[in-house]
C-alpha cells in the first residue's frame, strides 16, 4: 500500500530532508522502498518496480484460496497436507511440486479452525511482530466483551481473539458473537471467506481488496438490531504510534458514516493493547483513552507472561475509552476495585493519598517523591544533581534543550511527532 512519509533529520540543522519509505517494514531488508520528496523518478525505475510488485503478489487470490479451502475440507483425512515451507494448504494436485518440502499430515477440522496454531508466527519485530495471545488473556477478552454487551468484534490484528470467536460460534448455538479480522497477514486468506477476513495494512489504512474489502468493513460496523460493536487492536510493539492512531480514526469515522443516531460526538468502543511505556504517547492522540491495569500475555513471547514477578512482569496494558469502572478484573488473580479511582488495580497498586490516585504502572508498589512530586519506580531514587528520580546508578547528564528536533522537552529525537508525517 501507499508509504509514509518521514524527515530524516541532522543535529544541529533546523530543517531534515523529507523521504517516503514503506509503511509496514522498517528493516530495509524485508523492504528496500526508499525516495526522497523532491526525487524525480526515471520511466525505467517505475517499471521496475512494477514489475518486483507483480512478482511478489500472493499465488493465490482470497477468492482462490476459498475456492481451495472448500475442496479441501472435503478430502477424507489422510489426503488433507499442509506445507510447512510454503505455508499452504495442499490439494492432491500439487503434492509433486512440493515433494522435498516438509509436510503436516491428516489436518484436523479443529486445525483449522485454529490456524495461528497452524501457520508459522511471524516474529520480525520491526515488520509483522506475530505474538499471539495466550489462550487466558484471549478467554478474558472473550468474556469482557459479552459481559458488556458487544456481539460485532472488529479484530485488528488479533488473529486468536478472532479464531476463537468463529470456533465459538460454529460449535455453539446460542453463540451470538460475531468478528471481522483485518490483518496484514494475508495467509489466513486460506481459512476465512471474504465477509471474515480482509487483507488490511493498519499503518497506513489500506485494505488490498480494494473498494470491496472497505465496503466489507463499513457493513460489519453498521450496528443493527442492537448489536453494539467494539474495535480490538493489537499491533507490533515496533510500530509508529502516530501512524497506528491515523489509521484507527480512520476506523473510527468510518463507524460514525454507518449513519447512526448518536455517533457523531461519539467514538467507536475500542481496546488498543500495547506496553504501558506508551501510555503518554497513544494519550497524545486519544486523550479519552485510560490504562487499565490487565497484564495481557503472549504464548509465543518469551517475556511476556502473567504470574512473572518484578520486572520479569508482562509490560503489556489494554488502553480503551469505555468506562474505567465498566472493565472488571478477575479477583483471583490479583486484581481489586479501588473505590476512589473506581476502577480496578492490580493488588499490589497502592493508592497514594498524595497523588489521589493508584500510580503504579508495571505492576509493583510504587513510592512518592515528595521532591519530584508525583510516585516513582521502587528502584529510583532522587538525584539531587539531574533534579529528578531516576535509577542509582547513572551519569548525571542534565540537559535542558530537550529533544533537538523540535527542541521540546519530555521526549528523545526518535520519539519526535516531528520524524513522522502520516
Known amino acids: 500500500g501507499p508509504a509514509l512519509l518521514f524527515v530524516k533529520t541532522s543535529q544541529g540543522k533546523e530543517e531534515g530532508r523529507r523521504f517516503y519509505a514503506c509503511s509496514a517494514c522498517r528493516d530495509r531488508k524485508d523492504c528496500n522502498f526508499f525516495q526522497w520528496e523532491d526525487e524525480k523518478v526515471s520511466e525505467t525505475r517505475l517499471a521496475a518496480r512494477e514489475e518486483y510488485n507483480r512478482n511478489h503478489q500472493p499465488f493465490f487470490t482470497h477468492r482462490q484460496n476459498v475456492d481451495r479451502y472448500k475442496n479441501f475440507v472435503l478430502l477424507p483425512l489422510s489426503k488433507r497436507r499442509f506445507c510447512r515451507e510454503c505455508q499452504q494448504l495442499l490439494l492432491p ?15 484436523t ?10 501457520l508459522y508466527p511471524l516474529e520480525n519485530k520491526k515488520t509483522n511482530a506475530q505474538y499471539l495471545f495466550a489462550d487466558r488473556s484471549c478467554q478474558f477478552l472473550l468474556n469482557l466483551l459479552i459481559d458488556l454487551g458487544f456481539r460485532r468484534v472488529l479484530s485488528v490484528g488479533t488473529p486468536r481473539l478472532h479464531e476463537m470467536i468463529q470456533s465459538k460460534a460454529s460449535q455453539e448455538e446460542e453463540f451470538n458473537v460475531r468478528s471481522l479480522l483485518l490483518d496484514i497477514d494475508f495467509r489466513y486468506s486460506q481459512f476465512y471467506t471474504e465477509d471474515e477476513f480482509c487483507h488490511y495494512n493498519m499503518f497506513n489504512h489500506h485494505f488490498f481488496g ?19 460493536v467494539i474495535m480490538v487492536t493489537d499491533p507490533p510493539f515496533g510500530g509508529l ?49 485510560s490504562m487499565m491495569d490487565y497484564q495481557v500475555d503472549y504464548d509465543n513471547h518469551a517475556l511476556y507472561k502473567h504470574g512473572k514477578t518484578g520486572r520479569r512482569q ?5 488502553f480503551t475509552n469505555l468506562t474505567p469502572s465498566m472493565i472488571v478484573l478477575p479477583e483471583e488473580e490479583g486484581y481489586r476495585f479501588c473505590t476512589v479511582c473506581q476502577r480496578y ?23 512518592h517523591c515528595v521532591l519530584c512530586k508525583k510516585c516513582v ?28 528536533v523540535c527542541g ?12 513522522s508525517l502520516t
Open 93 to 107: 494436485a500439487e503434492w509433486e511440486k512440493h515433494a522435498n518440502h516438509q509436510f503436516l499430515c491428516d489436518i
Open 109 to 118: 477440522t479443529a486445525q483449522l479452525k485454529s490456524p495461528s496454531q497452524l
Open 210 to 228: 480494494g473498494e470491496a474489502a472497505r465496503e466489507t468493513c463499513r457493513k460489519f460496523l453498521y450496528e443493527e438490531n442492537g448489536e453494539r
Open 241 to 289: 504510534v502516530e501512524a497506528l492512531a491515523s489509521s484507527f480514526k480512520k476506523l473510527m469515522a468510518m463507524w460514525r458514516e454507518t449513519e447512526k443516531e448518536g455517533h457523531d460526538n461519539r467514538e467507536l468502543p475500542m481496546f488498543w493493547i500495547f506496553p504501558y511505556f506508551f501510555e503518554s504517547r497513544i494519550l497524545d492522540f486519544f486523550p479519552s483513552f
Open 314 to 318: 508482562s509490560p503489556v496494558r489494554i
Open 345 to 367: 488495580v492490580s493488588s499490589d497498586n497502592q493508592h497514594c493519598e498524595i497523588c489521589n490516585s493508584c500510580t503504579s504502572k508495571d505492576g509493583r508498589r510504587w513510592k
Open 377 to 404: 519506580k521502587p528502584s529510583w531514587f532522587h538525584c539531587n544533581n539531574c533534579n529528578c528520580c531516576t535509577l542509582q546508578k547513572h551519569s548525571c547528564e542534565k540537559n535542558d534543550i530537550g529533544c533537538f
Open 408 to 419: 521540546k522537552a519530555g521526549h528523545k529525537r526518535s520519539a519526535c511527532p516531528s520524524l
